[in-house]
């Protein structure tokens, strides 16, 4: 019984050639129309080692040292490498292309290799999934190049030399004219190669194996089985925390903060695609404004809510920008989040459900499900919520707890708009519970002693009395009477009376 072969996996790598100048200055992230003619270099040891469009056309090439850069364009902007920022820059990326595929490894500092066998067909094809990959890639403000092959190492190379895909192909028919100091090969050996006229991989292929070991070494011989897929190459796919961090530098600090919109908004886009990949959403996010390295302001934002909606996130982010007075000036801005929830979204009723739709089962029990509700008033209110809570300070803007004391004053409690808290169940149709009054005062305000609400002829007795007894621990040692009253045929007060001192009190209202 004959076998079918193995399916060869397919590889693709992105290579980010312009990286280090793209943590930095990415033009499509900021208000400034000349960002793009400002000419920039990125600075390693002293030495030029990437440039921008507008410093390259001022003659200065990679290498140069930063006195002769200077030399030859003035206004030249020089910034230090940061190759910690590049690995984080590295790290988003790969929150984003978890869309695509949970088989992603780095390959090197400007490298990220993924295995795309099982995700083909998914995306209706692989030139519908390289324009989707590249797309979501460049509206982040980088440049990826793609390229595909058999194996990791040869997708990569593959990328770094811009040939076409490569993934149908064997290796060694792929990079058959390819030179061997584009194979990643230790720089010695390749040396030696080339002093014996060697300088391709179809040379190369042709010499004895032995030889090459005996002369060369196993870790040759075992990198070059790895290019051509005669040993396994295995990655070590990278499993990431759910974090999102990204920023924009400004090379002329910004003084209006207003104008912090634009590359804000930017920003969020990439948030929300962020959140989308990994189906999440987040009840709490910042905005992070620094000048020099130094922090200025750090505005966060919370929602009554976890959800995902970016025009939401951008409305109570421009309220908080209108709150900020101190901060003049900033060169950096960061967009981050830590803490997420499953995004779980409820599927569209057929038919919405009015008053007289909710289950009989639901009413009687008193605790409406939020199925039963419409799903958009809903959304709606927690949205207000969330704007009056940005907008607001804490101690104007609270929700109503129970407290742990039988005084109607003391009965409830101020906490967080979005603190959870377990809710009672009442029954409604049959309720056994003392009637309370939406309105209670924090302190119980005393009548004036000739206005006893027996005797009065504007009160109209309407229920009562009922006995809430004294609180001794805490000096409160009267019992209270309480009755529901009417006045002139038009508001309903909830009253109380105190026998020891024979005086009434006010202390609720029913409207």
């Known amino acids: 019984m004959s076998t079918s072969p193995a399916r060869k996996k397919i590889w693709m790598s992105l290579y980010f050639p312009a990286l280090a100048l793209e943590v930095f200055h990415r033009p499509g992230l900021s208000a400034e129309t000349t960002d793009d003619s400002k000419a920039i270099a990125i600075v390693c040891q002293q030495r030029i080692e990437q440039l921008s469009t507008a410093a390259i056309e001022t003659g200065i090439t990679p290498g140069t040292m930063i006195s002769h850069a200077y030399a030859l364009c003035e206004t030249l902007v020089c910034i230090e490498k940061d190759i910690q920022k590049e690995q984080q820059a590295l790290q988003q ?3 984003w292309l978890y869309e695509f595929t949970p088989n992603i490894a780095f390959h090197g500092p400007q490298h990220l290799i993924l295995e795309i066998s099982g995700s083909v067909k998914l995306f209706s094809g692989l030139e519908t999934m390289k324009l989707r990959i590249k797309h979501t890639i460049t509206q982040l403000g980088y440049t990826p190049i793609l390229g595909l092959g058999q194996t990791p190492l040869a997708a990569r190379v593959c990328a770094e030399q811009r040939y076409p895909d490569s993934h149908l192909r064997h290796p060694k028919a792929a990079l058959d004219n390819t030179l061997l100091h584009h194979l990643h090969m230790l720089e010695k050996s390749v040396t030696q190669l080339e002093k014996m006229g060697v300088t391709k991989l179809s040379q190369l292929l042709k010499l004895p194996r032995e030889g090459l070991q005996k002369r060369f070494g196993k870790p040759f011989m075992r990198h070059l089985d790895r290019l051509l897929g005669l040993e396994a190459d295995p990655q070590r796919f990278v499993e990431p925390p759910a974090v999102f961090y990204s920023d924009v530098f400004f090379l002329d600090s910004v003084d209006n903060l207003q104008s912090l919109i634009f590359p804000i908004k930017r920003l969020a886009n990439a948030f929300g695609a962020f959140l989308t990949a990994r189906q999440l959403q987040t009840q709490v996010f910042e905005i992070t404004l620094k000048y020099r390295g130094k922090e200025k302001s750090n505005l966060v934002i919370k929602l009554a809510r976890a959800d995902n909606d970016i025009p939401l996130f951008l409305k109570l982010i421009a309220l908080k920008l209108d709150q900020v007075k101190t901060v003049k000036e900033v060169d950096q801005l960061i967009f981050s989040a830590s803490s997420f929830q499953a995004s779980t979204p409820t599927p569209p009723a057929l038919f919405s459900l009015g008053p007289l739709m909710i289950p009989q089962a639901a009413t009687g ?32 803007c609270f929700g109503v707890g129970l407290g742990d004391d039988h005084r109607p004053e003391k009965s409830w409690q101020k906490i967080k708009p979005s603190a959870h808290h377990e809710r009672q169940k009442i029954n409604l149709l049959n309720s056994t519970y003392p009637i309370r009054p939406n309105f209670i005062l924090e302190q119980p305000m005393r009548l004036h002693k000739d206005l006893n609400p027996l005797q009065h002829p504007d009160f109209e007795w309407l229920e009562g009395p009922e006995r809430i007894n004294a609180a001794w621990w805490d000096g409160d040692g009267q019992n209270r009477d309480y009755y529901i009253y009417r006045y002139a045929r038009k508001t309903l007060y909830w009253l109380f009376y105190r026998s020891l001192t024979h005086r009434w009190y006010w202390h609720g209202i029913f409207s």
């Open 365 to 396: 029990q008193g605790n409406l499900h939020a199925s039963t509700y419409d799903a958009e008033h809903i959304k709606k209110a927690n949205d207000l919520l969330s704007l009056l809570q940005n907008q607001l300070t804490l101690e104007n």
């Open 93 to 95: 990326i790969v929150q």
